[in-house]
């Protein structure tokens, strides 16, 4: 089993809907988690970090859940922009970056 | 504006060449990385180095050794290449010290190395 396991998608979602996709880690320990945006052949960004208590900013939501260790990301009405490859970042207790291979997701007109 | 730059966008070796990829940031980073990121693979650290002259090994640094002689500058060295070294590379740069890796990390362009 991976570290942490992503469904590669591809997620194709029309535009104005709201979308969500789950990252599972398998290490109870993990202490940080980040979604980062990758853009088709660009490097990856931040998008939000998640925080145990939930993250907001704007049209996306990143949830928590350590008792199932998985970590969310929602977007709700989305747009043609938001077409990208999501990445979720997990830290272990011993600081390691361990990254999932990513979600694909492809809003249509 | 955070910079972090890569010397080659797209880069074609030869099986046994010796290759050199640069990266350089003009953010004062202590912590500079080098991962490969492959199809249906999440990205894999190669080296990092979190001050010059130190470096340490990631999950995959084999047939791969990096020099760090400046802090802005983190090279890759492929001492003899092979196909399976053909990748895209993606060079990261975070602040801080040891918990420095739960900071941010700003990537570079990328390189996409095809080695034949």
């Known amino acids: 089993r991976k570290e942490v396991e992503q469904d590669p998608g591809p997620f194709n979602v029309p535009e104005g809907a709201t979308v969500a996709f789950n990252c599972t880690y398998s290490?109870?320990?993990?202490?940080?988690f980040f979604w980062y945006r990758q853009d088709c052949r660009k490097e990856p960004k931040l998008l939000m970090s998640?925080?145990?208590?939930?993250n907001e900013d704007g049209r996306f939501t990143a949830q928590l859940n350590r008792a199932s260790q998985y970590i969310s990301l929602l977007i709700r009405d989305s747009k043609l922009s938001d077409s990208a490859t999501y990445l979720c970042?997990?830290?272990?207790?011993?600081?390691?970056?361990?990254w999932g291979a990513g979600t694909k997701l492809i809003i249509k007109p | 504006d955070v910079k972090v730059t890569q010397s080659s966008r797209y880069l074609v070796k030869r099986t046994g060449e010796k290759v050199f990829l640069e990266c350089v940031q003009d953010?004062?980073?202590?912590?500079m990385f080098w991962y490969r990121q492959d199809p249906g693979l999440g990205l894999r650290l190669i080296y990092f180095?979190?001050?010059?002259?130190?470096?340490e090994k990631g999950d995959i640094p084999e047939g791969y050794s990096v020099s760090r002689e400046k802090k802005e500058r983190f090279s890759l060295i492929l001492e003899s290449a092979s196909t399976n070294q053909t990748s895209m590379y993606l060079c990261?740069?975070?602040?801080?010290?040891?918990?420095?890796?739960?900071?941010?990390?700003?990537f570079g362009p990328g390189t996409r190395l095809t080695v034949t």
């Open positions: 990261a740069s975070t602040p801080g010290t040891s918990g420095g890796l739960i900071y941010e990390q700003y």
């Open positions: 998640v925080y145990s208590s939930g």
């Open positions: 180095s979190y001050d010059v002259k130190m470096k």
């Open positions: 290490n109870s320990a993990s202490q940080s």
């Open positions: 953010m004062d980073h202590e912590n």
């Open positions: 970042v997990v830290v272990d207790s011993n600081y390691q970056l361990i």
